[in-house]
């Protein structure tokens, strides 16, 4: 069936470290691939999306690439800042018959100062 | 622009009670969602709306779990009887359309504890 798998975390990094968070997919049809963030009290927010292979999606200095061949959606930044501390969710939606919309479990970063 | 709002925040109940969710989405978004999300895990679509009409329910546990959105706007989750296992964050969402491409903006969530 259709899921999403992302790293396990706490990921835990200095400031101006290099971020790297993976996720693959499984899906049938052609999904859409989404990063969401949920910042400590506050409701789940898109950061990113990418709605066909090979797209790039980027915002805040954080950019991730739709790779079909690898069936990943990974996301990355350059250079990560304390105010960066969240919880990060990788998410599918496809509409094969049904609609689905499905969140892997999220991986929590920390960013030292 | 208000954003999606929900109430209560926080809710502490005995087991075998009722209790009720509400949400009032993004004005003028057609979908709205409810979603239940367990500690340490993801968020799970219960629930999804087109208007007043329930387009998508195959997750809700129809046997304790119940929605309603009157007049396509604000909507209503209840469980009636709640039980240990139904602890977890009750997300409501909306967005413009229903399409898969569509950005979810999520509510701040109510926290619901079982005892």
């Known amino acids: 069936g259709d899921s999403v798998t992302q790293m396990e975390g706490p990921v835990t990094l200095s400031e101006e470290a290099f971020l790297t968070i993976n996720c693959t997919y499984t899906?049938?049809?052609?999904?859409?691939l989404f990063w969401y963030v949920q910042y400590p009290g506050e409701g789940l927010q898109l950061l990113l999306k990418?709605?066909?292979?090979?797209d790039k999606g980027s915002n805040k200095g954080f950019e991730a690439t739709y790779r079909k061949e690898t069936t990943s959606f990974h996301l990355e930044k350059g250079s990560v800042q304390v105010s960066d501390s969240a919880v990060y969710f990788c998410?599918?939606?496809?509409?094969?018959?049904?609609?689905?919309?499905?969140f892997g479990t999220g991986t929590r970063l920390k960013v030292l100062a | 622009e208000a954003g999606v709002v929900q109430s209560p925040r926080y809710k502490i109940i005995e087991k075998k009670q009722p209790v009720a969710f509400w949400c009032n989405p993004i004005?003028?978004?057609?979908?709205l969602y409810w979603y239940r999300q367990n500690l340490g895990q993801g968020p799970e679509l219960l629930i999804r709306?087109?208007?007043?009409?329930?387009?998508?329910d195959s997750q809700l546990p129809k046997d304790r779990f119940s929605a309603e959105r009157l007049k396509g706007v604000d909507s209503t989750l209840k469980i009636q009887p709640a039980e240990l296992g139904d602890s977890a964050v009750y997300l409501c969402?909306?967005?413009?359309?229903?399409?898969?491409?569509?950005?979810?903006?999520f509510g701040p969530g109510t926290r619901l504890t079982v005892l």
């Open positions: 969402a909306s967005s413009p359309g229903g399409g898969p491409t569509d950005t979810q903006y």
């Open positions: 899906a049938t049809g052609y999904p859409s």
């Open positions: 990418a709605t066909k292979a090979d």
């Open positions: 998410a599918l939606s496809v509409t094969s018959g049904t609609y689905k919309y499905i």
């Open positions: 004005s003028g978004h057609n979908t």
């Open positions: 709306y087109e208007n007043e009409e329930a387009v998508d």
